[in-house]
């Protein structure tokens, strides 16, 4: 069953604007990694947070963190019509498993 | 970063057919590679978790004779649909994970496999 539930399913913004997507899961993790994949190709590793951390950043990507909550978000800021592709949270347990993932759709 | 490649990127077969998808650590050793399976605009389903030199772990539902998995050295894994049907039709695509490392998967390009 899949561990990570992302909040939108689908997101469309405006270039510039800034993008917010969640994710939660229901077991304790080791880390938690979000992926980017473009229609119809692999998918690129874009961060990874452990578990004890709260915040991380690159470039204009921010992730948060809450172990207590079981959520974490990602938020690209500027966004650009590059950013347009689906976002998949993964948690690393006992195995890597993936969330359902918010396709995310820059507006030009 | 790590790269991995994954053969075929696109294959199409008839059905009672056989498919053979490897997919390969180019600059790394993976002594653990993971396979999984999407269905279009859905998520990655985790199939089975192959480990270098041992038996591969499947996942709940997975047919282990469906889908035959080798992991035959550090740096190759194959995934073999065997008598393919056209509902295996799907998006195969492999992870590698780097020996030592923090966790991070680095992906295949994926394989398109469409069964007539």
């Known amino acids: 069953s899949q561990q990570g539930e992302e909040d939108p399913q689908a997101l469309s913004i405006q270039e510039g604007e800034n993008a917010t997507m969640n994710c939660s899961y229901k077991?304790?993790?080791?880390?938690l990694q979000w992926y980017r994949q473009n229609s119809g190709r692999g998918l690129v590793h874009l961060i990874l947070i452990r578990s004890n951390e709260r915040e991380k950043h690159s470039g204009r990507l921010r992730v948060t963190l809450d172990t207590s909550k079981k959520s974490s978000s990602l938020l690209i800021t500027a966004s650009r019509a590059a950013d347009t592709a689906s976002y998949f949270c993964a948690t690393y347990g006992d195995k890597i498993i993936f969330g359902k993932g918010t396709r995310l759709h820059i507006l030009p | 970063g790590a790269v991995v490649s994954q053969h075929p990127s696109r294959v199409i077969c008839k059905s009672g057919t056989s498919v053979k998808i490897e997919c390969r650590s180019l600059d790394f050793q993976a002594t653990t590679m993971f396979w999984y399976r999407q269905f279009p605009k859905k998520s990655l389903m985790l199939m089975a978790t192959?480990?270098?030199?041992?038996?591969?772990?499947?996942e709940q539902g997975v047919e282990k004779d469906k889908f035959l998995i080798n992991h035959a050295s550090l740096t190759l894994s194959t995934l073999t649909v065997t008598s393919a049907h056209p509902e295996d039709s799907s998006f195969y695509i492999c992870?590698?994970?780097?020996?030592?490392?923090?966790?991070?998967?680095?992906f295949g390009e994926g394989s398109r496999l469409t069964v007539l």
């Open positions: 077991t304790s993790i080791n880390n």
């Open positions: 192959s480990n270098e030199g041992s038996k591969a772990t499947y």
């Open positions: 992870s590698a994970r780097v020996r030592g490392g923090t966790g991070e998967l680095f």
